[in-house]
């Protein structure tokens, strides 16, 4: 199984891929988190991707292609994986569709998680992350145990730069103009089903999980 995951930032991508990769035992490839690691631990890919990162900007093609082909290419993507924030435009999905079809392999389905901006800002705004353990938390739906501290490791929680509020709507900004038109493209493929992401995490999963046996 080759799964995409499309929509906006704080659409819940990322929680409901945690759980679909597992269910499924497949892998899940995100490159916020590929990116983030490597900005961590200084590398050069990494250095250079912090400034875009900060301004809430769209990390340039060949760094993130970079990361994402090694990923695919590795042992752990054998059965299958879950791409969660890539490909993020038009010009990255055909790369994507190029590297593929070089491996006899095409991406089987693209679920598209809609949601109403307003309901968008608000997630994004109060989600809080582990710099340790890399958990993620929200204050309202899935908060930590003890305020301000990782119920994993014990480490005190941040607020990363791109979810905050002077970025957010940058964010967003970004996503309408050179990630929404990949909405069209794997329409146009017949293989993008959409996916309403309001409501708790338990239902957005159960709906998620009903249409993802719907497909065979």
Not at 58 to 74: A, M, Q, R, W
Not at 79 to 96: E, H, I, M, S
Not at 169 to 183: C, D, E, G, H, M
């Amino acid at each position: 199984m080759r799964l995409i995951f499309l929509g906006p930032p704080g659409v819940g991508k990322g929680t409901q891929a945690d759980l679909i990769a597992k269910k499924y035992s497949i892998s899940k490839l995100s490159t916020g988190d590929l990116l983030r690691e490597s900005v961590d631990k200084r590398t050069p890919l990494g250095n250079e991707a912090k400034n875009f990162m900060e301004r809430g900007e769209l990390v340039p093609d060949d760094v993130v292609i970079g990361l994402v082909e090694e990923k695919l290419v590795s042992p752990e993507c054998r059965n299958g994986f879950l791409l969660d924030g890539f490909p993020r435009t038009v010009a990255q999905a055909n790369k994507l569709s190029s590297f593929l079809e070089g491996k006899g392999e095409t991406i089987d389905r693209v679920v598209y998680f809609s949601l109403p901006q307003t309901d968008i800002i608000k997630r994004i705004g109060g989600r809080r992350s582990c710099p340790q353990c890399k958990a993620v938390y929200h204050l309202e739906s899935i908060p930590p145990k003890e305020d301000g501290i990782c119920n994993i490791c014990g480490s005190a929680l941040i607020q990363r730069s791109d979810d905050k509020p002077e970025t957010i709507q940058s964010r967003l900004a970004v996503y309408q103009n050179q990630t929404k038109p990949l909405i069209q493209f794997y329409k146009d493929k017949g293989i993008l089903f959409e996916l309403d992401g309001s409501g708790v995490v338990a239902g957005v999963r159960d709906r998620l999980v009903a249409l993802l046996s719907q497909l065979g």
